[in-house]
């Protein structure tokens, strides 16, 4: 065994003992495996949002991006920072109105909110709709950093399986509390790894930063700005918005809010993170150096160059050192997703069919679907396709779709009816489906548009769609008797 392989071997083996171990001394009901009993200090509920949002695309979609786009790059700092904004004021009131009823999901959260069971339903499938794209992202992202950093030795395929077993066994076993003790562990190595790449390699291949822009703006000029056209200015700017109300709409990402022990952990946690999100300009410089030293990487292959890069300038130990930190960052979020998705399955799928069933038996329905869901992600896996970016920005735009029902329904006098929010997701959603199937853009849509609108990221127009029928139908049936729940 190489001494790469044994590193990234030695590293899952301990994020499956440290999940496996996190169980210890609990009764793992329903609260407990899902918001950890609703028991989590502010360095827990940090570590394991960081968990979820800085995952494999930290590792090589960043940086594949930053190789292949160049500036367009700079909008996953940009649409970071403007969430965590948001959630100094937002999160708060969602942790005390879920701790008030004992919700342990995203569609739990909507359904108590708009007194409609049918709402919860849809919302559930919305989530596990956008989540398999991102599961499917941590397990492409886990399959490359494992076969590369292993210099092939095992396979991406096997890589995947293996991957997915870890994450499902301790998954069933500690449900968030597992997520939260591997999170510990990922993000030191995380934080150590990318800065310390981020910092060495403009340095020893370049001499310094100002050397290497100099270097990649004569080779290729125009590649560290934006284009005049594409990925322009409006459409950066129209993405960091879309993303940025998106960030806290992941179900993963909206029910680790459930898991903080006060609502003052958010707020500490809004001002901290914007910090932490520096990380990615580290990553992204690594992007940058590996431009002139491992050109004529193309289409998915452009995840490839952060390992590309440092297998050409490191040892094997370390570049085992890289793909560990790696694989962690696929495992963390890659398990609360796998959590989440089997939660909306068993409470919000099932359980409404079967009212009367105690909330253990929904807590064993929950487990038993975790390798359910790892075998679809798996399978979605293995078919190939899109970049990395690709795949999280289609989950964002599913994603996004329940934003405004849910800010407006964090208002005193909600504008929205029940049958309002209904109809603007599904119309969303359905206009993100149609222009995700047809790859449709805003300028293919509209083509006599100025230029400076023709680049607007085209998840904007399902986003005004799904508010404009909101409003219109909240308006008709605002004063519409109600004789049952929808």
């Known amino acids: 065994m190489s001494a790469a392989l044994a590193i990234i071997a030695f590293t899952a083996l301990l994020a499956l003992l440290l999940g496996l171990r996190a169980r210890r001394g609990r009764d793992m009901d329903l609260e407990q495996w899902t918001v950890g009993g609703r028991g989590f200090g502010a360095i827990f509920v940090f570590l394991l949002m960081a968990g979820e949002i800085y995952t494999t695309f930290t590792f090589l979609g960043g940086s594949g991006y930053a190789y292949g786009h160049g500036g367009p790059a700079f909008y996953i700092l940009g649409y970071g920072c403007l969430a965590y904004i948001i959630s100094y004021w937002m999160l708060p009131p969602i942790w005390r109105y879920a701790k008030q009823r004992r919700l342990y999901s995203q569609p739990d959260f909507l359904a108590a909110k708009y007194d409609s069971p049918a709402l919860g339903i849809l919302v559930a499938i919305v989530g596990i709709v956008a989540l398999i794209p991102y599961l499917v992202l941590q397990f492409k992202g886990l399959g490359i950093i494992v076969s590369t950093a292993s210099y092939g030795v095992i396979p991406s395929t096997a890589a995947v399986w293996i991957g997915a077993a870890v994450v499902t066994a301790y998954v069933i076993a500690s449900g968030v509390h597992g997520s939260a003790w591997t999170a510990v562990v990922k993000d030191t190595m995380i934080l150590a790894v990318a800065v310390f790449l981020g910092l060495y390699l403009p ?130 979020p890659g398990s609360m997703i796998i959590m989440t998705a089997a939660t909306l399955l068993a409470n919000n799928l099932y359980r409404p069919l079967r009212p009367s069933v105690p909330e253990r038996h929904v807590a064993v329905i929950a487990r038993c679907l975790v390798p359910v869901v790892a075998l679809v992600a798996v399978y979605f896996t293995l078919q190939g396709g899109q970049t990395i970016v690709a795949l999280l920005l289609m989950g964002y735009s599913f994603v996004t779709q329940l934003f405004p029902s849910l800010v407006m329904s964090l208002r005193t006098r909600n504008p929205l009816t029940k049958a309002g929010v209904f109809a603007g997701i599904c119309v969303g959603v359905a206009t993100v489906a149609a222009i995700s199937l047809t790859h449709t853009t805003m300028a293919g849509l509209f083509p006599n548009l100025p230029e400076a609108l023709r680049d607007v990221n085209v998840g904007i127009i399902a986003l005004v769609l799904n508010i404009v029928v909101a409003m219109v139908v909240s308006a008709v049936t605002r004063h519409v008797p109600s004789h049952s729940h929808a």
């Open 203 to 332: 340095i020893h291949l370049y001499g310094g930063f100002e050397p290497m822009f100099a270097a990649i703006d004569t080779a290729k000029p125009g590649l560290l700005a934006l284009p005049p056209s594409g990925e322009s200015a409006a459409w950066f700017d129209s993405t960091v918005v879309l993303t940025a109300l998106g960030f806290y709409m992941w179900p993963h990402s909206f029910g680790s809010v459930f898991t903080a022990r006060t609502d003052q952990v958010f707020r500490q946690n809004a001002i901290v993170m914007p910090l932490y999100q520096l990380i990615l300009a580290f990553v992204f410089f690594v992007g940058f150096a590996a431009v002139l030293q491992v050109p004529g990487l193309t289409g998915p292959d452009i995840d490839l160059s952060l390992f590309h890069l440092s297998i050409k300038v490191f040892s094997p130990w370390f570049v085992g050192i890289i793909g560990a930190a790696g694989v962690l960052t696929a495992l963390v």
